[in-house]
């Protein structure tokens, strides 16, 4: 069976800090990885996936993840976030059947 | 546009009176999604389609009925709603098995059973 584990529920962050949103999953076959962002009031947006090739994934708005496979993690990170970054973030899997695993989602909260 | 297209945005029924939330997307889509999410819960798949009149049940489909007789379209459907249905679900959409592409989310629709 797939999981998805978000640690933190909520991260708290300054204005232009790095920030790094944690993403474990567990699979015994080929996944695909996703990142997705939801603002309040709004649906779920994607942010970046990683399908194959290079482990270093680019997402829209400066956001990246890396794909490590020995460690079964999937990290989101920004160099330096804004206030706008303030949304919950969902990892997400994609198994068999095109069956989606979500993790809980991590509310990232940018202060000024 | 490409989109997933939900309706309505808000809802407020009473206990037992039948509802339909209609979801449809403009993409070619195979595969449909009906998810629920909750606070501390997360998304959970109520029922999905892999194609037309191809329908099975997600994680929570109780209290819930579905149909895809087009393509494009895959409405929710609450027969006898009750208030551990208010909750905030989401349509979604996505190539079928074997392609990588994410899912395209609608908007969400709100609902509330008092």
């Known amino acids: 069976a797939q999981s998805v584990t978000q640690l933190d529920s909520q991260v708290p962050v300054f204005e232009e800090a790095p920030v790094e949103l944690r993403c474990n999953y567990s699979?015994?076959?080929?996944?695909?990885l996703f990142w997705y962002v939801q603002y309040p009031n709004q649906g779920l947006q994607l942010l970046l996936k990683y399908l194959s090739g290079s482990t270093l994934v680019k997402g829209i708005n400066g956001f990246e993840a890396e794909f490590n496979k020995s460690q079964t993690s999937f990290h989101l990170r920004k160099p330096s976030v804004h206030i706008s970054d303030t949304a919950e973030y969902f990892c997400a899997v994609k198994g068999n059947f095109n069956k989606f695993y979500f993790g809980s989602g991590t509310k990232l909260n940018v202060k000024p | 546009e490409a989109q997933v297209t939900q309706n309505p945005r808000y809802l407020i029924t009473v206990t037992g009176k039948k509802l339909t939330v209609t979801c449809s997307q403009n993409m070619n889509h195979e595969y449909m999604s009906w998810y629920r999410q909750d606070p501390g819960l997360g998304l959970r798949q109520i029922y999905y389609?892999?194609?037309?009149?191809?329908?099975d049940k997600g994680d929570v489909p109780e209290g819930y009925k579905v149909s895809r007789k087009e393509k494009r379209n895959f409405p929710l459907i609450l027969e006898s709603p009750s208030p551990n249905q208010t909750s905030l679900y989401f349509c979604a959409s996505s190539f079928g098995s074997g392609q990588g592409g994410g899912y395209t989310f609608g908007s969400g629709t709100r609902l509330t059973v008092v």
């Open positions: 389609s892999m194609n037309v009149e191809v329908t």
């Open positions: 699979s015994s076959v080929s996944v695909y």
